[in-house]
């Protein structure tokens, strides 16, 4: 797995996190403990930093990017982003579910527990409401997201981090 430097930043990647050969790191970004990183991922802190929490998966051929310093990319702990989004500088809160093909730009917040549809688009400096479910280009809210499907999001968050905890233990032990 390519892990690179970008200036005198270095990826911090935690020891329980998996991360797959086939994704990409650099410069400023840290992952979490039980956070899964998947093939063709790109998760780019050049010009400001990327954080992201606990138990997060990041799916293939998702793209991270902070390249405004006044807008780091901050993601939250039970995240997933689906395959094929992109996401700019925005800050993802905890339990949030990013639909496939999704594009997040500069300055966006999505609250705690926010769905976006697949191929949604949040245009600059939006802020999206907690536990609601949105969609669109530009995405509108949809309703409001019960407590029941924000549990049963992380309860997927946490299978998924399991099952690449185990592909892990597999990795290290062959």
């Given at each position: 797995?390519?892990v690179?430097?970008?200036?005198?930043?270095?990826?911090?990647?935690?020891s329980?996190?998996?991360?797959?050969?086939?994704?990409?790191?650099?410069?400023?970004v840290?992952?979490?403990?039980?956070?899964?990183?998947?093939?063709?991922?790109?998760?780019?802190?050049?010009?400001?930093?990327?954080?992201?929490?606990?138990?997060?998966?990041?799916?293939?051929?998702v793209?991270?990017?902070?390249?405004?310093?006044?807008?780091?990319?901050?993601?939250?702990?039970?995240?997933?982003?689906?395959?094929?989004?992109?996401?700019?500088?925005?800050?993802?809160?905890?339990?949030?579910?990013?639909?496939?093909?999704?594009?997040?730009?500069?300055?966006?917040?999505?609250?705690?527990?926010?769905?976006?549809?697949?191929?949604?688009?949040?245009?600059?400096?939006?802020?999206?409401?907690?536990?609601?479910?949105?969609?669109?280009?530009?995405?509108?809210?949809?309703?409001?997201?019960?407590?029941?499907?924000?549990?049963?999001?992380?309860?997927?968050?946490?299978?998924?981090?399991?099952?690449?905890?185990?592909?892990?233990?597999?990795?290290?032990?062959?």
């Open positions: 797995m390519p690179l430097p970008f200036g005198d930043k270095s990826p911090k990647i935690d329980q996190a998996y991360v797959s050969p086939q994704a990409t790191i650099m410069g400023d840290e992952i979490g403990p039980g956070s899964n990183v998947w093939p063709g991922a790109v998760i780019r802190g050049d010009q400001a930093s990327v954080r992201i929490g606990e138990n997060t998966c990041i799916q293939d051929s793209v991270i990017h902070a390249h405004n310093a006044d807008n780091p990319a901050i993601i939250g702990n039970n995240v997933i982003i689906s395959t094929a989004s992109a996401i700019h500088g925005v800050y993802v809160g905890d339990n949030s579910n990013i639909g496939d093909g999704c594009v997040v730009f500069d300055g966006a917040t999505l609250g705690e527990g926010v769905s976006l549809a697949p191929g949604s688009i949040i245009p600059p400096n939006i802020v999206i409401p907690p536990r609601t479910l949105n969609s669109g280009a530009p995405a509108a809210q949809i309703r409001e997201i019960t407590r029941e499907e924000v549990e049963k999001h992380t309860l997927r968050a946490d299978t998924i981090t399991q099952v690449f905890m185990k592909l892990r233990r597999w990795q290290q032990a062959t």
